[in-house]
């Protein structure tokens, strides 16, 4: 079993508040927009972190993240990008792949709107943890946290940090 935080939209913000949960968690994964090397490295030292690159993210962040990120974790397949849209109005840049692919979670960043939505015409679930940074429109910084165990997706919560000041 494998417990995982997933956050996006750092935009080179993180604080103890974020912290505090990498603790908790046995992988981080960060769906972009991580905004400067110092938010990767911080999270890094403390437990192993999965991420890919936003549309913000410079050289230094690209040259160490991928656009797309897939991957197996407990024999559930992920596949992980910044901009991904979502059920119905994926990006077109992935909608084909996305559908001979058929990942069990599709992880999603950029709108900074959190989103857990299951697509059953491609039988997976869709996860957009919100932003956890404090750079945008949103008023909550939010990210996600959920175990995986032999196939299953498991206890799936809703982290709501403090409001964006």
Known sequence: MKKILLLSDTHGFIDDQILKFVHHADEVWHAGDIGNIKVADTISKVKPLRGVYGNI???EIRSQ??????FTVENVSVW?????G???RYNNRIRADLKKL?????????SHILKV???KKLDL??????AAGKHGFHSIRTMLRFELDKEEIKNL?????AKRT
């Open 125 to 130: 679930l869709h996860l957009n943890p919100g």
């Open 102 to 110: 058929k990942p069990k979670i599709f992880i999603s960043g950029h």
């Open 80 to 84: 992980m990008t910044h901009i991904g």
């Open 65 to 70: 993240f991928p656009l797309d990120n897939k």
């Open 117 to 119: 939505q299951y697509d």
């Open 157 to 161: 919560e809703i982290i709501e940090l």
């Open 86 to 88: 979502y059920p119905n």
């Open 57 to 59: 993210d410079g050289k």
